[in-house]
């Protein structure tokens, strides 16, 4: 996931009209079943069997790669598995990264080998040059144009560990703004010490951006350990790497957000809307970034699903597997598009895209008369150690762009304290999920899609203008 | 290191010939002299020095590679630099293994990448076949002959997390015998679990060896998570996987055992041993296996070199730096076999090979006539929190080719629990050692081997004839 971006979304998000409807509701039969699914939840596999499916069976899966065809006909079938009463696809088109092999040594009397990952977007090639290292982003961004010409810029900076990874802020920054900064001082080449926060040889990938008008240098991430030895080594005098790496763009790719729906009783043309992204990064088989989110929605869903007809909620719950998010929330930008006249149909959001801790905190940012009703889902999801926050940390990335022109969206905040020792990574397995902390936030997403959808009144979705871009 | 040797040398030990030795003692001046230098130990840095300066400055150092040159060439010039009385070198030659590449993939319908990494000793190629999976390497041993024709066999055994490591045993003949019972079985390929107790995508390499009369094939060790995922996709059907290894023995080399020496105050000639090995395996930088050996008793006969003339222990401190310990205690035979003669001139051995865990424990197999020494030895080790045990775990594996034939050797048992988390793994770095407990460890070492040199009486050392092997 891209925190970025959410940061963003909530920059352009426009104060909401103030409005005198009358209050949004939710009734005791409604917060009786919620109790009841909540309970059922608590006690279901769901959520872990499709994660492992997805990351047994399909295992990473790229966008645009191989797996990523395969990823998308396996959440169709397996929506329709899970009882699912529509499953359609929807096309998503982007640019196609490819990376084939990476590798780096340190050069001289210190040879040795270095384990890195080339950044997603980063160009191939082979530079072989000296280091020179920055402390962080901003002083690399000092550095006088060049200043760096012929050398591989170094950035060692080290991401903070905290719960709800707003460590991850300003350590994505140098992976997406750092190769921009170091070619503008005329670096050949860039390193960074990962956006990580374990101490394993594993780097973390992750997108990078060149600015316009420059010419993309090969761009990598090194593992913590690895980061650490070349100050370590650059303590002792200067030190020259050899960095390869034969990745790059190659044309276009079409793939497809997987969408999945449990009609609603009285509202069908109504949704509550839930979901992951179905694509993952290369390196693990993606399964707290965002198996863990597919796993986690598409239970929700299908435990809302079991129930009898007449149990069912007003809306209908649909549970979307975004396609390409790491690249650029592609899936959710062409989600966005599509339904931009359908918004007001959109009764409320909420994604899964932080991995798989256990929910500790539920907020949602609505108008005064959504404000009750959002009391009372977090009334229903406080047994399971969940506490309402006022103010929450902004909507997930996916639906970050339709947040942005109006849908309502609501924020189940995940502890996050160990994900970014896996995000990214080839440690991103199923074997860091547990699954206690899997099965409590399916029964938080049932509970939260259930009761949003069988309220009586709208949590104040509305097309607004989006702040002009500055 | 490799604790399997151990046992066999433990295996191979004939009962010690009784004797009415005058008692070994050691005195108060000395006792006292020992607990000034414990606490100096605590507060010295300079074993952590030592072991960041050869895990930056020389980094993976596989027996026969580039940097195994470089690691005879740092030692010598550390020994000198910290001041050791005299420093050599003495020849150990050994067939040189070579790994340039590895790679492998699930074919078929759920392709991906799996990590692993090619065992020491293994023949490169590339096949392509069936797995058969076993639980252990008992049922692997038990199949037909010919039942795994052109099959590649799966042994599945995870290791157990131990403090004294033991563990271990079971899970490294796996990898040392596992390969010949799949030959035996008409295997064209072998893969196996780790042995290693993490659960990180970092997978444990180690030496293997093939049986006489067999042709070798590809053998390599899968990351936990990898051969986790690989018995999840066996339990949906067939799996087939490509195995590409590029490795291989090509010709001799010979490296050195490196020694350095602080002279005895009374009795220079003979000496108390202490050591590690110099040589790692080539994925991490060699920090916990044994760079904190190395920087543990190299620091612990700098402090003792660091006395006025006057206070130095009666005998000489000799700290032996071992070559190619890993792939097959080559430093250690070479140093038993030159020295046999002297064998009687070694007072007590100890060495330090697994990691940088506190020490707990500490043990000497002697004759009755030296118990009371070694008890008064225990007693200066109990403020570090050392426990004394009357039957301790066997010699460190360098040295046991020389207690074999009859050295005395004491046991510093250190706290592993961690260390199968990271042996023989990329994640072997620097950043995995306690400062606090690495000086813990200096400290033990020369407290052991101040007392042991400065002894009046001896441990038993005396030749004996080893058992015939079976």
Not at 79 to 91: I, Q, R
């Amino acid at each position: 996931m891209r925190l970025t971006s959410i940061a963003i979304a909530l920059a352009l998000m426009l104060p909401l009209p103030a409005a005198a409807k009358q209050a949004t509701r939710i009734g005791d039969a409604s917060l009786a079943q919620a109790a009841q699914l909540r309970e059922r939840a608590l006690q279901d596999d769901t959520g872990w069997k499709v994660v492992e499916s997805l990351t047994t069976e399909v295992g990473a899966r790229l966008a645009g790669s191989e797996a990523d065809a395969r990823a998308v006909e396996w959440a169709k079938e397996k929506f329709k598995a899970l009882g699912y009463d529509k499953v359609w696809t929807e096309p998503v088109t982007f640019p196609k990264w490819e990376r084939r092999s990476e590798s780096a040594r340190v050069l001289g009397p210190h040879a040795q080998a270095l384990h890195l990952t080339a950044l997603g977007g980063s160009p191939g090639g082979t530079v072989e040059a000296q280091l020179v290292r920055f402390d962080s982003l901003d002083a690399l961004q000092k550095a006088t144009p060049g200043s760096l010409a012929g050398k591989i810029a170094f950035v060692d900076y080290q991401m903070l560990r905290a719960r709800d990874g707003s460590g991850y802020g300003p350590a994505s920054a140098v992976r997406s703004r750092g190769p921009s900064a170091a070619i503008r001082a005329g670096a050949i080449g860039y390193l960074m010490r990962s956006a990580g926060t374990d101490s394993h040889r594993n780097p973390h990938t992750g997108i990078t951006r060149y600015d316009e008008g420059l010419t993309p240098i090969p761009s990598a991430a090194l593992s913590v350990p690895d980061a650490a030895q070349l100050s370590r080594l650059l303590a002792l005098g200067p030190v020259t790497v050899r960095l390869s790496l034969d990745c790059g763009w190659n044309g276009e790719y079409t793939s497809h957000n997987v969408i999945g729906e449990i009609t609603g009783r009285s509202k069908p043309g109504e949704v509550v809307v839930i979901g992951g992204h179905l694509d993952s990064w290369d390196l693990g088989t993606g399964a707290i970034d965002d198996g863990a989110g597919i796993g986690i929605t598409m239970a929700a869903g299908h435990l809302i699903g079991k129930l009898l007809k007449r149990q069912r909620p007003a809306r209908t719950i649909r549970v979307i597997a975004f396609a390409n998010e790491e690249q650029g929330l592609y899936g959710g930008k062409a989600y966005a598009q599509k339904y931009t006249a359908d918004l007001r149909k959109h009764q409320l959001g909420a994604e899964s895209d932080f991995g798989a801790g256990r929910v500790y905190a539920f907020a949602a940012k609505t108008p005064d008369h959504a404000k009750a009703a959002v009391a009372q889902i977090a009334q229903a999801l406080a047994p399971l150690g969940i506490e309402h926050r006022v103010d929450g940390e902004g909507c997930g990335p996916d639906l970050s762009p339709f947040h942005a022109i109006g849908m309502a969206c609501a924020v189940l905040s995940q502890d996050g304290t160990d994900y970014f020792d896996l995000h990214h990574t080839p440690d991103d397995t199923l074997d860091k999920i547990d699954p206690q902390a899997l099965a409590q936030n399916v029964a938080a997403y049932t509970v939260f899609a259930y009761l949003a959808a069988d309220a009586e009144g709208d949590f104040g979705s509305a097309p607004k203008v989006p702040a002009a871009q500055p």
